[in-house]
Antibody, heavy 128, light 107 residues
Framework: EVQMLESGGGLVQPGGSLRLSCAAS????????MNWVRQAPGKGLEWVSA????????YFADSVKGRFTISRDNSKNTVFLQMNSLRAEDTAVYYC?????????????????????WGQGTTVTVSS | DIQMTQSPSTLSASVGDRVTITCRAS??????LAWYQQKPGKAPKLLIY???SLESGVPSRFSGSGSGTEFSLTISSLQPDDFATYYC?????????FGQGTKLVIK
């Protein structure tokens, strides 16, 4: 069974840092891009970041560019989201989600996919 | 970024009804659109990908259509388990964007 388990959320002060982890199982982790998607309390879904299977390509929403980094350790089947310079508006449940390779396409430079399996989420609260 | 606009924001319906949710993209995204269902306190669940392809295990009462900028999700006969919030998402270009959601409530 394909599963993702996020961890690392918590309460942090504005300007602080936090590192989220997502441990995956049940599939060949290195073959799939991974994503982070967040949901502020009572709000909709916001895509945050993605990383290719090899880790060589990364993508970010404008709202987090320059503050967040994404990485992965394929030997440990884990993807990370390093969040720096946190703001109150970063408060949200953060989900990791696996790219669904049958759903997407390649435009000659990048691959683009829907998201087929999601973790249960980890909560980040940015407050003083 | 590509803007995704869903309508309606809230939809009131009864068990057995046929309902349709619409999603409009601010530019053409071909067929690179997914639909998700989310229940309170739970992670989203993929229903439809590539605008009209039904994800494995999803009941056939769910269907998707459209291409370019206009898309729709139809539930042919609502079941009690279908009352949830639905989101469309474009994956034509990074950064991916979601619609604001449609909350389906019991009439």
């Amino acid at each position: 069974e394909v599963q993702m388990l996020e961890s690392g959320g918590g309460l942090v002060q504005p300007g602080g840092s936090l590192r989220l982890s997502c441990a995956a199982s049940g599939f060949t982790f290195s073959s799939y891009a991974m994503n982070w998607v967040r949901q502020a309390p009572g709000k909709g879904l916001e895509w945050v970041s993605a990383i290719s299977g090899s880790g060589g390509n990364t993508y970010f929403a404008d709202s987090v560019k320059g503050r967040f980094t994404i990485s992965r350790d394929n030997s440990k089947n884990t993807v990370f989201l390093q969040m720096n310079s946190l703001r109150a508006e970063d408060t949200a449940v953060y989900y990791c989600a696996k790219a669904y390779d049958s759903s997407g396409y390649y435009d000659g430079r990048n691959y683009y996919y829907g998201l087929d399996v999601w973790g249960q989420g980890t909560t980040v609260t940015v407050s003083s | 970024d590509i803007q995704m606009t869903q309508s309606p924001s809230t939809l009131s319906a009864s068990v057995g009804d046929r309902v349709t949710i619409t999603c409009r993209a601010s530019q053409s995204i071909s067929s690179w659109l997914a639909w998700y269902q989310q229940k309170p306190g739970k992670a989203p669940k993929l229903l439809i990908y590539k605008a009209s392809s039904l994800e494995s295990g999803v009941p056939s009462r769910f269907s998707g259509s459209g291409s370019g900028t206009e898309f729709s999700l139809t539930i042919s006969s609502l079941q009690p388990d279908d009352f949830a919030t639905y989101y469309c998402q474009q994956y034509y270009a990074y950064g991916y964007t979601f619609g604001q959601g449609t909350k389906l409530v019991i009439k």
